[in-house]
């Protein structure tokens, strides 16, 4: 019979493992991918601040040998990503863009096909449009939430399809399962940019996605503090791939930034929930006064695929994308009149974030480009935070009759 010890360690293996089946999403998000340190017991996974690692001989190490190919913190994070996701696999880079170059370079070769969702971050379209292009990668936006164009863009050959759901920023939705089902039709990798749900709100594995795609530095670390991206999978041979090229181009996470992550992922259910709340509330807020017009919300009952959102979503997110009465100059007066909302280029934070994103995130996407994808001149978007409610209404009511 195992001693209480044993037990206790084959637990804390399984734990790490990432063996959680059994488990609820908190506990996972506190537990996965570690364990209380055996040797001193610290309940924080130490930050192994290394270039190398001793060996006790040729051909003998302890499965790690360069921090460039991999790192204790980092993997520690890289296991409860995949956990959380439901999934086996993950790498962590050092941005998110970061783990989207891994990802073309790990499968993508020249004369290769890309059907990208035609409102997408503004750095995805940078580096389909300018950065691969020129190695012959074609890149072809499309509506991917309406199936007959998805549909008709996988015809040709296609090597990947990239959809990010919500869009990035107009909140479009993608219905995965039927991407996922095309997808697989056309013989094609179906990846999901999960960051802006994350999987305390939307898991994409469960919908068929092959790759599901994170930029770390927003919800999952939550607090503005890192910058980092991952790659999951539950396929085996994609996980080769990826952890070749991340090697081969140096993009790994630093540890000092992992070790951040796990403690920011640790909330990660409360932070969403929370932010969603938030979220509601304002946008029915901002739907009812007589100055905002457009209010885009994937939790509001107007939202135009709010039976797609309670399908495959668990709630309606933290981002809210709106448009003031008096177009571009009334925007820009009312981000340049908050207070406690803070006008910055970034989203997932703890704090409200506004951004305009025709100027700031989406500035480099060609015009004509953003306004087919509904990225308007006027648009704006607001990640909500964690503030009281109260508080926000209050500064969106004060700027918006200033």
Not at 140 to 147: A, H, M, N
Not at 226 to 238: C, F, K, Y
Not at 319 to 335: H, K, P, S, T, Y
Request: glycine letters at 8%; charged letters at 20%; a negative charge.
């Amino acid at each position: 019979m195992a001693t209480r010890e044993e037990e206790v360690k084959d637990y804390r293996f399984q734990i790490t493992a990432g063996a959680v089946a059994n488990h609820q999403f908190d506990t996972i998000a506190l537990h996965a991918g570690t364990c209380p340190d055996l040797t001193t017991g610290a309940m924080l996974t130490p930050i192994y601040q290394t270039t190398t690692y001793r060996q006790d001989g040729v051909g003998q190490n302890k499965g790690f040998t360069y921090s460039r190919s991999g790192n204790p913190t980092v993997a520690a994070l890289e296991r409860r990503l995949a956990a959380l996701e439901g999934a086996k696999f993950c790498t962590c880079y050092a941005t998110g863009m970061a783990a989207t170059t891994a990802l073309c370079l790990a499968l993508l070769r020249a004369g290769d096909r890309v059907v990208c969702s035609q409102a997408v971050y503004g750095g995805t379209v940078r580096l389909f449009n300018q950065v691969l292009a020129p190695f012959r990668v074609e890149a072809e936006f499309v509506d991917t939430s309406d199936e007959q164009r998805l549909a008709e863009a996988l015809r040709p050959a296609t090597r990947l399809a990239f959809i990010e759901t919500p869009a990035n920023p107009t909140l479009k939705l993608t219905d995965i399962q039927m991407a996922a089902r095309l997808a697989k039709e056309a013989d094609t990798l179906l990846v999901v940019d999960n960051t802006l749900l994350t999987p305390a709100l939307q898991r994409p594995f469960d919908f068929g996605a092959d790759v599901v795609l994170h930029s770390t530095t927003k919800f999952i670390e939550g607090h503005n503090a890192t910058v980092g991206g991952a790659l999951i999978t539950r396929d085996a041979e994609l996980q080769e791939k990826f952890a070749f090229v991340r090697n081969a181009i140096g993009a790994i996470q630093s540890p000092f930034p992992a070790w951040l992550t796990l403690q920011g992922v640790k909330t990660l259910g409360l932070r969403m929930a929370r932010h969603s709340e938030n979220a509601l509330r304002i946008a029915r807020f901002l739907m009812s006064h007589e100055r905002v017009k457009n209010v885009i919300y994937p939790g509001l009952e107007s939202f135009p695929q709010f039976e797609l959102t309670k399908r495959q979503q668990t709630a309606g997110g933290a981002l809210i994308a709106f448009e003031v009465e008096g177009g571009v100059e009334a925007g820009i007066r009312l981000m340049n009149s908050v207070r406690l909302c803070a006008l910055a280029e970034n989203l997932g934070a703890a704090e409200t974030i506004i951004t305009h994103p025709a100027s700031m995130t989406h500035a480099d996407v060609p015009r004509l480009q953003r306004e087919a994808a509904g990225i308007t001149d006027g648009l704006v978007r607001l990640s909500v935070g964690l503030e009281d409610p109260i508080d926000l209404i209050a500064d969106l009511e004060r700027a918006l009759e200033s």
